[in-house]
Nanobody, 125 residues
Framework: QLQLVESGGGLVQPGESRRLSCAGS????????IGWFRRAPGKEREGVSA???????YYADSVKGRFTISRANAGMTVDLLMNNLKPEDTAVYFC???????????????????WGQGTQVTVAS
């Protein structure tokens, strides 16, 4: 069973940047389409960004222009670079795999699986 591990969370001040990483537990993420999601306190999990195996990228409107998803570390990880962070970005961030490339643009958790345990990002001054 595929397992993903997120890392890079922490406490940051508004306006600062943070890079999250999603890694496969013992395997490269290069062949897979990956999504990043987040769950803010008291809210449902929402899609943030996704990248196809062929590297097409997709973003939620709330993060477009601030967040960048990319493959890194020779394809071993999928990173989420978050710039100009805002308090409303505070959430637990998760990554997951999808085989449904036709639906990836929706960044809907319905089509994703093999969720990691999440990493907490707190944006506060």
């Amino acid at each position: 069973q595929l397992q993903l591990v997120e890392s890079g969370g922490g406490l940051v001040q508004p306006g600062e940047s943070r890079r999250l990483s999603c890694a496969g537990s013992g395997f490269s993420l290069n062949p897979y389409s990956i999504g990043w999601f987040r769950r803010a306190p008291g809210k449902e999990r929402e899609g943030v960004s996704a990248i196809k195996a062929r590297n097409d990228t997709y973003y939620a409107d709330s993060v477009k222009g601030r967040f960048t998803i990319s493959r890194a570390n020779a394809g071993m990880t999928v990173d989420l670079l978050m710039n100009n962070l805002k308090p409303e970005d505070t959430a637990v961030y998760f990554c997951a795999i999808t085989y449904y490339d036709n639906y990836i643009e929706r960044i809907s958790e319905t089509f994703f699986h093999s969720w990691g345990q999440g990493t907490q990002v707190t944006v506060a001054s």
